[in-house]
């Protein structure tokens, strides 16, 4: 992960993403580097857009604080009927099963 990580920084801060400038933020991270990582790193970047990567990359999204429900709050009806037909569900499907037991 430090390898990706070493990638995006670069990227951010507008330097080649290359073999020698992952190298030099993974040594000074501290980090142990591997020779055939970097040069696998640095040639699966070869042609990407970077940008376009990180912008399809799949972040969930984080609910701003106001837009969380109060505390005690109570639940929408459909999600309470929702789960009510759940739960009914999976009683009929544990019924079901049971009943395969006893022939």
Known sequence: MEYVHAAILLHSVKQPVNEETVKKVLAAAGAQVDEAR???????LEGVNIDEAIKGA???AVAAPSAA???GAPAKPEAKKEEKVEEEKKEEEALAGLGALFG
């Open 58 to 60: 799949a972040i969930p």
């Open 69 to 71: 429900p109060a505390a």
């Open 38 to 44: 970097v040069k696998a790193l640095v040639s699966a």
